[in-house]
Every structure is written in C-alpha cells, then in structure tokens.
C-alpha cells in the first residue's frame, strides 16, 4: 500500500504495472483489495492504480457531510497529485456514480469510462420508494457486528449463492474491515445523487458492464444507462452478481482490456 495526503486526508492507494492510467474505484463494504485480480491481470499492459475510498480500508475517514461532489473534488486532487495524464476511470457500484460525478466536474480528466453494476446514483436509477427503503434499511445495519452485516450483504447481494466458497471467504474478510462512519457517508451520498443529466453530454468512449444476476443493480439499470449514454457498449456477464469483477474476474478483465485497447 502507498499513501497520500490529499487535502488533509489520508487516501491510501495500490498501484502496480506500467503503460497508460487505469483509475480503480471500488464499491460498498470494500476497499482496493477487492481489486486484486485486475491488478494483476492488467498491470502488464496498464499503470493501474486503485484507491481506497475515504472512509474505506487504510484512508481516513471524511467528514460525515461528504456527498458525492465532495468525493469527485477529492478524487481530482488525488489524480492530478499522482500525476495521471487522462486516466482510464473504471468505477463499480458507489465508484460508478464517482465516476460520473468526476465527469461532470472534470469532462476532460477521463480518457475512457468503464461504469460496472453502475447506477447514476440511487436517486438517477432507483426509484424513491426503493432509495428510501434503502436508506433505512442499510444505516441501522452499519451499526451491527461486521459478522451481522457480512452475513446480510455478502451473499445473496454483493455475490451469487452460486459463487465459490473461496471467494465469498475473501469478500467476507475485506467487508468485515468496513469503517462504519466512512460507509455511512457513502451511503448517503450514493441515495442523494442522481447524475442524469450527465448521461447525455458524455463524449468519451464508455463500456457498461454487469452481472445478469446482479440484485443490487440489475441489468435493467444498464439499458437505460446505455440508452442515455451516447455510443456506449453494454456487455452483460452471464452468471456473476454485482461484484463481477470478482465472480467472473477472467471474463470482466478481457472485456475491459479489449474497450480499452479499441480507444487507443
């Protein structure tokens, strides 16, 4: 791990392999290590770097006030302190929605987008009955035991039963270091987004990827985002839930590696 200050927070990031920027923005109950099988599967062809969100594994905890556009102005700072010449932004779940954000803040930051188990925010996809439902439902549980919350949102939700054991072990391990602060202001600031109105105004070649089994954005989310997204591609990935990047790890990283050769 390596770490950097950025407006005085802590952002701790894993960066591997040489060649153009691939930015990595992880979901909820998560952190870099989630990563793991893109940054070593990628980092021969791609300078991939993946952050710990704030409030996530070894970074510092926002201000609980945080919301989506606070995470974005962070995120810039972070990109442009490493230096990062027009990164690839690849975001999933709440990295999605960042990515968006930044997008909107910083249209000529992103080189490509790639958007996984993506909503444009819980209030630009979902409607607020169900954001709602949300809402009350996942703020109390941050303050179960890890084990409590592991058992609610591993499996089923983040992954298939169908997953094997090994990999809903190691899923259970990153979730059980959840910060609850730092996931409550994740929370409200993913139900609070709606990026809409961004969709139409993307420029950038965009790649749409999600888990046909997927409960927590199912793929119904990705039709409309592909519908508003200029030229964008939609990949679905048969048999994997949210976390394809994980469930079908071989099959995600030779989807991602192929849109972003055709950009070059």
């Not at 490493?82 to 803040?105: K, N």
């Not at 188990?117 to 941050?142: C, H, N």
């Not at 994997?240 to 972003?260: I, Q, T, W, Y």
């Amino acid at each position: 791990m390596r770490e950097a200050q950025v407006d005085g927070l802590r952002i701790a990031y894993q960066r591997t392999g040489k060649g153009p920027p691939l930015v990595l923005l992880h979901g909820f109950f998560a952190d870099s290590r989630v990563w793991r099988r893109q940054l070593g599967d990628l980092a021969d062809e791609f300078d991939v770097i993946a952050w710990d969100t704030p409030g996530c594994g070894r970074s510092s905890d926002p201000p609980n006030t945080f919301r989506m556009p606070d995470y974005a102005r962070l995120l810039s700072a972070f990109i442009d302190g490493l230096r990062l010449e027009r990164p690839h932004v690849l975001g999933l779940s709440f990295g999605s929605t960042l990515a968006l954000e930044l997008y909107r803040q910083k249209p000529g930051m992103c080189r490509t987008l790639v958007l996984a188990s993506a909503y444009a925010g819980w209030s630009g996809s979902l409607p607020a009955d169900v954001v709602e439902q949300r809402l009350r439902k996942t703020i109390p549980d941050l303050d179960l035991p890890a084990a409590a919350v592991v058992t609610i949102y591993n499996v089923p939700g983040l992954l298939t039963e169908s997953a094997p054991r090994p990999l809903v072990d190691e899923n259970a391990a990153i979730m059980s270091d959840f910060h609850p602060a730092g996931m409550k202001a994740m929370t409200r600031a993913l139900a609070e987004a709606d990026l809409r109105d961004v969709l139409p105004r993307i420029a950038v070649p965009t790649l749409l990827l999600y888990g046909d089994q997927d409960v927590r954005s199912p793929l119904n989310l990705g039709h409309d985002l592909h519908f508003q997204i200029p030229g964008s591609s939609l990949v679905v990935i048969p048999g994997a839930g949210h976390l394809s990047n994980v469930e079908a790890a071989d099959l995600f990283n030779a989807e991602v590696r192929s849109f972003l050769r055709s950009t070059n």
